[in-house]
DNA sequence: TTGACATGAGAATGGTCGTTCTCCTATAGT
DNA sequence: ACTATAGGAGAACGACCATTCTCATGTCAA
């Protein structure tokens, strides 16, 4: 009952959003056409505007996915480092220079794409301003986990610092700024006590 | 002596650099044709090429000359914070909020234009970090000039928190990062008394 | 087998843009 | 006044890209 394909949608779907992660972080959305996208993944043209209409619309499928995924990830390894005793607050610090120093980092996927003018739409903005709010979110909830006073404050600083960190580490190639972000959180942190 | 011309070369070039300013940091480089720049500053594509002979090395005056013009803006903007009174390092953040409340605010020109794959190349990249430098260096200074310990720590971690405030401006549209950014910098200013 | 249809490969279309070229005007030096 | 030349307006060129279209292939249901 199902159509023939070698692969049926869902398969291509996820195929195609892994091509789009790799692409899109590494070379900006108007750097890549959706032949790079195809040509990635293997999935042809047709069936990629069968899937995804427009590139808008793949650029926010992606966006989302993205936010899913890059949470999952933060999220799972500040609590591996917390587990070890580490402060989490300062644990996101560690997560994230650990990421800056890994090959291929480009900063902030929703920063960058913010910044893109061309290819970038309101409903794209929101996607980006939501995963801000949302990591804004974490970081709060472990201000208020670990028992800081104000932890709305602190956690509000530590996501300038975090965010701070991450756009100068890829503009300066060096993840440096992420250290002097994470020296400065650790002293919010003890004014928080 | 002088070829006859309605401008010369160097009212030419500063109409040039001044729409290129305009309309590359409202609309990003991508977004912006050399027709936009001819339409916005008068100056026909022949002149254009002539002064600039791509838009590559366009790009790249613009952006020495936007370093030049915002450190200018920048510095005087904390040096009369400073002159009523003001802690310099808490002047500036109060710069950067002043400015993240006008109109057209788009973040950090090269924060946005690092982001952007397509048209910037390691030329340009060169002026981004060195733009970057050049301010952390004026933020370490104000660090020395107040006599705290550990300037450079000091100056490093406001740098960061600059930038974090900067950028999440931008993406969220509101000024509440730069407040959130203040209010950590006092922290940290207090703790390096 | 046959027909209906989904799919892939890749050509075609329409638009944008960096860059160059053509044609024409106006000026400066003679 | 005359000519060489700089400059403007805008067309032309070539490349790229999102999107659609054509044609050929293969699969499923009967």
């Known amino acids: 009952m199902s159509p023939a394909a070698t692969i049926d949608n869902d398969e291509a779907r996820a195929a195609v959003l892994q091509s789009a992660n790799a692409v899109f972080y590494a070379r900006g959305i108007a750097g890549v056409g959706m032949a790079d996208i195809r040509d990635d993944s293997g999935v042809s043209l047709r069936r990629l505007y069968s899937l995804y209409p427009s590139k808008r619309e793949l650029v926010a499928a992606w966006l989302t996915d993205r936010h899913t995924t890059w949470m999952e990830w933060f999220t799972s390894s500040v609590d591996r480092r917390s587990m070890a005793g580490e402060e989490p607050l300062l ?92 020296d400065a959180a650790a002293v919010l942190i003890e004014a928080s006590q």
Chains 1, 2 share one sequence.
């Open 91 to 182: 644990a996101a610090f560690d997560a994230i220079a650990e990421w800056a120093e890994s090959p291929g980092y480009r900063g902030c996927a929703f920063v960058n794409s913010a910044a893109e003018t061309v290819e970038i739409d309101d409903t794209h903005r929101r996607i980006i301003a939501a995963h801000k709010e949302s990591l804004l979110a974490y970081l709060i909830s472990l201000a208020r986990d670990g028992g800081y006073a104000e932890p709305e404050r602190l956690g509000r600083m530590i996501g300038v610092l975090l965010d701070g960190g991450m756009v100068e580490a890829a503009v300066l190639r060096s993840c440096e700024p992420i250290v002097a972000a994470r």
